[in-house]
């Protein structure tokens, strides 16, 4: 078996050597800017695109869909029909979480956070939330 020798870049390096100086070339760069990155990080992550940008990801929801439909339910969940501020929610819980069928991909509406871990801890099974349902209309008059 014949080795050969490492293919080498235009000034002379191996690839590895080159990934090596593009590392070192970054971490001085981060170094050197890092109150300037940590800034844009932080304007960046609470911007609207940034939000837009991962509710897409997330839940395939665009911007522009996710607040047509908050128009359209005035601000309030599907479920339980409040709002996050009247139920007391803060920080992440403050929005509204865009709902969708796991299996189809389906988009189906808004939901406080409540109603929305109450569904997926249902595992969105209609027969759970049924006998959940009976179980609590059983139990009301105690």
């Known amino acids: 078996m014949t080795f050969r ?3 080498r870049s235009r000034v002379g390096l191996t690839a590895d050597q080159v990934k090596e100086r593009r590392r070192e070339i970054t971490k001085r760069y981060r ?3 890092k109150e300037q990155l940590r800034e844009y990080g932080k304007k960046y992550n609470r911007s609207q695109a940034h939000k837009d940008s991962y509710r ?3 839940s395939g929801w665009t911007g522009e ?5 908050v128009f359209i339910q005035e601000g309030r969940c599907k479920i339980c029909g409040w709002t996050p501020a009247e139920l007391g929610l803060q920080g992440p819980d403050a929005l509204l ?3 969708h069928n796991h299996k189809t991909g ?3 509406g808004l939901l406080c956070g409540h109603c929305n871990r109450a569904l997926g801890l ?3 099974n209609p027969e759970i939330l049924d006998r959940a349902r009976s179980y609590v209309l059983v139990y009301d008059g105690d």
């Not at 869909?65 to 439909?69: F, Q, T, V």
Request: glycine letters at 0%.
């Open 122 to 124: 249902f595992r969105d």
């Open 5 to 7: 020798a490492p293919r």
């Open 106 to 108: 389906r988009k189906r």
């Open 97 to 99: 979480h865009a709902d």
């Open 31 to 33: 170094d050197r800017h």
């Open 65 to 69: 869909e996710y607040r047509a439909a």
């Open 56 to 58: 897409k990801y997330v």
